[in-house]
């Protein structure tokens, strides 16, 4: 889990989200190996939990995953509590081909709503601005191409941008989207700035060393490391 305070261990993510079992917002995010979204969608099971916490309303919980890791732990005792969420992702990307229409089920719609608008503020997190580090959930979601140019409402030619960038395509700057959530902006004197937001799963870091770890010493030499793992958390935020 990582949080405003950086990364939690697995324990402590999955007691955090099972307080938000009412009133939450469930979504869960696909991820590629590089932490970028492939699926997003919402879900409808909680986890089930021996002892109830005490309930936190309000909020949202993002479960990201990888699609090795949905494989490796569907059927792990450790995290049995999770199979009924675990099963939903499944069924979602096994659905995924179905999941997708769904984003560019209304491409002439005038603003992106629904499926599309979750999708695409799970993707980007930030406005897609050079430089730009405001919420994707306090901009707008803008059509790469004009919608009054015949742009479409779908995921390729969507992205959010600020009250700073939404206005730059008036103002002598180009802007494409060679695939999705990749975006090519052109300054009005030429010069090209390609913009990605940063992967929705970053890389954990290496674990603390495990108590009575052999400490480097002039006589040892350097501790080896200790073997990088995956706990079968998830995470949320």
Known sequence: MVGLVGPVGADVARTAVAAQRCGA?????????????????????????????RAVRGGVVELHITVEELHRYIGDPRVAEWAGVLAEIADAW?????FRERLAAHP???FARGALADHIRIR???CVGPGCTRSARRSDLDHTREHGRGGRTVEINIGPACKRHHPDKDRGWTLTQPEPGVFLWISSL?????????????DLPEPDPASGVQEESAATGPAAPPPRTTDPGTAGR
């Open 25 to 53: 917002a469930w979504k869960f995010a696909i991820v590629d190996t590089n932490g970028y979204l492939l699926l997003a969608g919402p879900l409808r099971r909680r986890p089930r939990t021996v002892t109830r916490p």
């Open 190 to 202: 030429g010069r090209a700035y390609r913009t990605r937001g940063e992967p929705i799963r970053p």
């Open 124 to 126: 980007d997190r930030n």
């Open 108 to 110: 002439g719609a005038r």
């Open 94 to 98: 096994a659905d995924r081909d179905r």
